[in-house]
């Protein structure tokens, strides 16, 4: 009896870990997190320190923590702005991998030498004016964030950054589920809009609120998409629903482009 009842044993654990195995969700389908830092500064110099220190300093240390596709963008209105901002999108697969990064940093010899003049930097010269941090979660139906296959110069290219606020909690859910079951994000993407990411703001200075990116080769492109959006059949169709009116009551819109060094 023993010699038969372990092969039986062993298919049945082995039917038993594949049942398991199906219900896990696999890596493509886990929601990755964003960690949006902007920094506000007013001069020249300020600017080359943190081009600086993020490109050889932060960037490389993210790189060999493995961490990928992380977007460093200038405001495109930054040189008649007296208050100019560069944004660093950093996306990770948990809140715990963000919260980690400072004490893997302070660790780094490499990080530490290559960002001296940035970390010990003076209050009489400080590197930006100040800093302000964003925590989003990606929306379920676009839970990674896609690199966007653009030809266009950096310089040229319009990434813009969208910021939606809504009057309450419930009205917010009730615009993400237009982006995501109510599918604005498939508009999007039979549109060509090249969306980089959506996500919702869990942390921040203004909530509650979501997020997200779309990215052109230029002006002249990026307007004749959101033309194509507007002028869409299924998006009047969308936006006259009555389940979906006064959803959104303040929108941001940032013009960016991407730094030689981002990653895209």
Sequence with gaps: MKKRFKPLCLIAL?????????????DDTQGEFYQLSIYHFSNTTQEKMLDS?????????????????????????????????????????STEDLFKIPIKLNADKDYQSAGAAYINA?????????????????????????????????????????SYESATEKIFQNKVKMFNEGDEIGLFKRLNFNAAFYG????????PN???MTCHENQTSRDANWKAFVDDPFWKKLSAMPEYQHNVSHIDILFLYPTEYSDY
Excluded at 14 to 26: A, D
Excluded at 64 to 75: D, E, H, T, Y
């Design 14 to 26: 082995l039917l038993c870990g594949l049942i398991i195995q199906s219900w896990v969700p696999t």
């Design 53 to 93: 220190y993020l490109e050889n300093a932060l960037l490389p240390a993210l790189h060999k923590l493995r961490m990928k596709n992380i977007g460093v963008f200038k405001n495109h209105s930054n040189d008649t702005l007296s208050d100019k901002t560069l944004y660093v999108l950093l996306p990770a697969r």
């Design 122 to 162: 003076a209050h009489t010269s400080p590197p930006y004016a100040r800093m302000e941090t964003i925590l989003l979660q990606a929306f379920s139906l676009s839970p990674k964030l896609k690199v966007p296959a653009l030809k266009e110069p950096r310089r040229n290219r319009i990434y813009e950054l969208r």
């Design 200 to 207: 919702e703001v869990i942390a921040g200075s203004k909530m």
């Design 210 to 212: 979501l997020m997200y």
